[in-house]
């Protein structure tokens, strides 16, 4: 039995023997794959980043209409559906809600979903300068959303991405 190697554990750092299924000395379960509290850390900090980035998207497509105050007339609905905006942003802050309550990764499509964003924010910005008459620019009341749903936007591709690296940590 001399020749029995030792390991040590990853939850109480006690010597065990290797292939042990449970520790000796903490009792805890050695079959279950460990996440370190710092893996769990990162991954919920990535899940915040996703979330901010999910809640700008949708603030900066409502703002126009707040500090307008008029929900009828706006450039955004000239323009048509950016409600697309409003779906993808709720779409990628449930995820990552989801993904911090359930330390499951869903980076990949919150990834996809903010590239969506991302895209049709582009789109949506020619079609304002083309459509609505703003050669000069976007006007400061539509410019404050839109820039702010395209950093949300920025944001929640990088938290995604943060979450997307999750797995390779996790040993
Ligand atoms: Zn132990």
């Given at each position: 039995m001399?020749?029995?190697?030792?390991?040590?554990?990853?939850y109480c750092?006690?010597?065990i023997?290797e292939?042990?299924i449970?520790?000796?000395?903490?009792?805890?379960?050695?079959?279950?794959?460990?996440q370190?509290?710092?893996?769990?850390?990162k991954?919920?900090?990535?899940g915040?980043?996703?979330?901010?980035?999910?809640?700008?998207l949708?603030?900066?497509?409502l703002?126009p209409?707040?500090?307008?105050?008029v929900f009828s007339?706006?450039?955004?609905q000239?323009?048509?559906d950016?409600y697309i905006?409003l779906?993808?942003?709720?779409?990628?802050?449930?995820?990552?809600?989801?993904?911090?309550i359930?330390?499951k990764?869903y980076g990949?499509?919150?990834?996809?979903?903010?590239?969506?964003?991302l895209a049709?924010?582009?789109?949506?910005y020619?079609?304002?300068?083309?459509n609505?008459?703003?050669?000069?620019?976007?006007?400061?009341?539509?410019?404050?959303?839109?820039?702010m749903s395209?950093i949300?936007?920025?944001?929640a591709?990088v938290?995604?991405?943060?979450?997307?690296?999750k797995?390779?940590?996790?040993?």
């Amino acid at each position: 039995m001399e020749d029995t190697k030792t390991i040590q554990c990853p939850y109480c750092k006690e010597l065990i023997i290797e292939g042990a299924i449970k520790c000796k000395h903490c009792g805890s379960d050695l079959t279950k794959p460990v996440q370190s509290s710092e893996v769990i850390q990162k991954s919920n900090v990535a899940g915040f980043v996703a979330l901010i980035g999910g809640a700008l998207l949708i603030i900066g497509l409502l703002l126009p209409w707040m500090t307008a105050g008029v929900f009828s007339v706006t450039a955004f609905q000239k323009v048509g559906d950016a409600y697309i905006f409003l779906i993808l942003g709720i779409a990628i802050s449930l995820l990552a809600i989801v993904g911090i309550i359930q330390k499951k990764s869903y980076g990949i499509v919150i990834v996809i979903f903010s590239l969506l964003s991302l895209a049709y924010l582009t789109y949506l910005y020619f079609q304002l300068i083309e459509n609505v008459g703003m050669q000069g620019g976007l006007s400061p009341q539509i410019g404050s959303g839109f820039y702010m749903s395209a950093i949300g936007a920025f944001i929640a591709l990088v938290g995604g991405a943060m979450m997307a690296q999750k797995p390779k940590k996790a040993k």
